[in-house]
């Protein structure tokens, strides 16, 4: 007998954060800039008794409130190799080579993560949301995938099964 599972999408309309950000690779740092970021979130699993897989709203709000603690943010990758970062009593301060930075911590969204790609923010972003979902009992949701879409064409992608 099949096992069907189904999907649902929410994605860009008001599911978006404006951030600032510089990645590191190979030995580099990007210059400070910044992008608006679309964001792209897909559930699969069962029907509930309901005939849902989840609550197209519920999980709206739920990616709206996360997106929202990064929006009009410098993006702070607190696990990276290659800045050393320093924490003040009311800035970070970020350094690579010559260039330093200090950011107000109003200004600072913290994330566990060792850089600020797309892939690694959709990493944490599906962490935050699997927390939530499973608080909220979310036992027929089989997995869960975020896009994080630097900008038209180019989205770094993390699924997790559950």
């Not at 970020?94 to 797309?118: C, G, H, M, Q, W």
Request: some cysteine; hydrophobic content about 40%; glycine content about 6%.
């Amino acid at each position: 007998m099949p096992n069907p599972t189904r999907r649902v999408s929410v994605e860009r309309n008001r599911l978006r954060f404006a951030a600032a950000h510089m990645a590191t690779f190979a030995g580099t740092c990007e210059p400070l800039h910044g992008h608006n970021y679309d964001i792209i979130v897909e559930l699969e699993g069962e029907l509930t008794d309901d005939s849902w897989v989840w609550d197209f709203g519920d999980l709206k709000r739920t990616v709206k409130a996360i997106a929202d603690e990064l929006d009009h943010k410098f993006l702070l990758q607190r696990d990276s190799r290659m800045l050393e970062i320093e924490e003040r009593p009311f800035a970070w301060a970020v350094r690579f080579e010559e260039r330093e930075y200090v950011f107000p911590k109003s200004d600072v969204a913290v994330l566990p993560i060792d850089n600020t790609t797309s892939e690694r923010i959709a990493e944490w972003m599906a962490g935050e949301l699997l927390a939530t979902l499973t608080a909220r009992g979310a036992v027929n949701v089989r997995s869960l995938t975020v896009g994080i879409e630097e900008m038209p064409g180019q989205t770094g992608w993390y699924t997790v099964t559950m």
